[in-house]
Structures are given as structure tokens and as C-alpha cells.
T-cell receptor, first 116, second 115 residues
């Protein structure tokens, strides 16, 4: 099925460990992004990309790294996990071309990450 | 920067009744997009309804409709004939028309449905 595939669904890390959250979409969306969801905070933008080779920071980028080598993939790397990074992470993608932005974002199923 | 405000953290509705979820936003742009997303306990983010700012007609999707008041920067969601499956967290979101076109979310509202 077409959509956004996000892995893993659950992960427990120890403080200081690194890991990569994977995100892939098969809808030829130009725009991809990562959000974190915390209770009472809504979804906050971590990083985003408007195309292959182009990334930029969102609202809460510290401690995270991204790259976009292909249109389809947009992995999120936690460089040295901290308890403050315990959260639910969502990858989302969308069209960026004028006239298509109104279709909104397609979200992955989320990753619940716990850092102990 | 754009902001989206959902001032009610929780609401409750009786099954089969109607409920309205409020949302306000702040922007200096004239053309933009507004969305309501539903997040059930499964955690999946589901697009409920969307509104383009240049369209005066309020969007409708089956039992879901919006009251879009552009001058007041208000975008409320009305759920008619509420069902148990409507129980979820609902997020209001704003998307600018610019090149970066980020989606900004409100903090969400938890809706419970009483049988």
C-alpha cells in the first residue's frame, strides 16, 4: 500500500546510545519531515526537507541529525540519546508543488522511543 | 511565526449529540491551508478535513464540518451525530503557502464520547 513507512514502532535506548529512525515514502512527495509528540505539547517539528539533498531545522532540532539522499528516504538520527528525547516520533510527507499543498501531510505510524 | 491555539484540552460529548472543537490561529498571510487531524489510541494521524483559505465555503466531510471565519482567524470543527469511534485526540493545523510550507499544530484536544 502506498504511504509512509516508519520503523521501528517501539525502541528503548540507554542514555548515550545512538540510533536511526527510518522513514520511507512511495508517493513521490517532495516534502518530508520529522515531528515529535509530547503530552500537552502537540507535534513539534524537528527537521524537514524540501527535496533530495536539502534539509533544514525545525523548532526542536538539537540532538537530532537528518539527511536526504533520495526522494523516498528521510532517516532521523539520534546522536547521543538523552532522557529528554523520550517521545513519540512521526515522519510525514506531502506534495510541495503549488496547488497540491492543500492535500495535507501523510503520516507514518509513529515510533515510541524511551530513553533510560 | 504562525501559531495555532486550541484552548480546550478536553471535551466530552454524549453519543449521537453534536460537539464543536475550537481552534484559532495567527498569521499575516492571506492564502494558506487549515486542517483537522484525528489521532485515535492507535496513534495513527488521520486527516479529517481541510480548508483552503481562499475558499469562503466551509468544508464538509460526512458528519464533520468546519466553521471557517477568516477575519477572526478561527477554524472550529463540528462533529454531528457523535459516535464512540470519534473518541480521540484532535489536532488543528496550519500550513503556509510558502516554499518551505511547514505544518504547525495546536496542542490538541482530547474528545471523549459517552455511551
Amino acid at each position: 500500500n502506498a504511504g509512509v513507512t516508519q520503523t521501528p514502532k517501539f525502541q528503548v535506548l540507554k542514555t548515550g546510545q545512538s540510533m536511526t529512525l527510518q522513514c520511507a515514502q512511495d508517493m513521490n512527495h517532495e516534502y518530508m519531515s520529522w515531528y515529535r509528540q509530547d503530552p500537552g505539547m502537540g507535534l513539534r517539528l524537528i527537521h524537514y526537507s524540501v527535496g533530495a539533498g536539502i534539509t533544514d531545522q525545525g523548532e526542536v532540532p538539537n540532538g537530532y541529525n537528518v539527511s536526504r539522499s533520495t526522494t523516498e528516504d528521510f532517516p532521523l538520527r539520534l546522536l547521543s540519546a538523552a532522557p529528554s528525547q523520550t517521545s513519540v516520533y512521526f515522519c510525514a510527507s506531502s506534495y510541495l508543488r503549488t496547488g497540491n499543498r492543500g492535500y495535507g501531510y501523510t503520516f507514518g505510524s509513529g515510533t515510541r522511543l524511551t530513553v533510560v | 511565526a504562525q501559531t495555532v491555539t486550541q484552548s480546550q484540552p478536553e471535551m466530552s460529548v454524549q453519543e449521537a449529540e453534536t460537539v464543536t472543537l475550537s481552534c484559532t490561529y495567527d498569521t499575516s498571510e492571506s492564502d494558506y491551508y487549515l486542517f483537522w487531524y484525528k489521532q485515535p489510541p492507535s496513534r495513527q494521524m488521520i486527516l479529517v478535513i481541510r480548508q483552503e483559505a481562499y475558499k469562503q465555503q466551509n468544508a464538509t466531510e460526512n458528519r464533520f464540518s468546519v466553521n471557517f471565519q477568516k477575519a477572526a482567524k478561527s477554524f472550529s470543527l463540528k462533529i454531528s451525530d457523535s459516535q464512540l469511534g470519534d473518541a480521540a485526540m484532535y489536532f488543528c493545523a496550519y500550513r503556509s503557502p510558502g516554499a518551505n510550507s511547514k505544518l504547525t499544530f495546536g496542542k490538541g484536544i482530547t474528545l471523549s464520547v459517552r455511551p
